[in-house]
């Protein structure tokens, strides 16, 4: 068992943090960017409401990459997969992150001493 397999609870509550965030982070941006774009538009100001609308496109466009982060860093990882020597310890460690509730091998459970 390598160092993914005996720290896999840890990368597993990454991986949780990193789900939530990836859901939280996008919704957020979009429903602040909606509620200024609102705001804009009740003020009748068409200044205001061409610069926010231009804020709400960036926002969306930043909840969007947000949202695909996990996909680029599992497509970084696999390359950097196909290098080492320790490909079922690493896919642990992946799965661990990027999937925490199917992909993570939490069943280590320490290094078994016999009592006599």
């Known amino acids: 068992m390598g160092f993914c397999y005996k720290t896999a609870a840890i990368w ?12 939280l982070i996008p919704v957020v941006l979009i429903i602040l960017g909606v509620v200024n774009l609102a705001q804009a538009v009740i003020s009748n100001d068409e200044k ?3 610069k926010t609308a231009m804020s ?33 310890d690493f ?13 993570c091998d939490t ?4 290094d078994v001493i016999p009592m006599d």
């Open 56 to 88: 709400l496109i960036k926002k969306i466009a930043i909840g969007m990459v947000i949202f695909f982060i996990p996909l680029i860093v599992t497509s970084i990882f696999n390359l950097l997969g196909l290098f080492i020597d320790y490909k079922d």
């Open 12 to 23: 597993q509550v990454i991986g949780y943090v990193f789900w939530v965030l990836k859901i």
């Open 48 to 50: 205001a409401i061409s």
């Open 91 to 103: 896919k642990n460690c992946l799965g661990c992150v990027t999937a925490p509730r199917t992909n």
């Open 107 to 110: 069943s280590y459970q320490g």
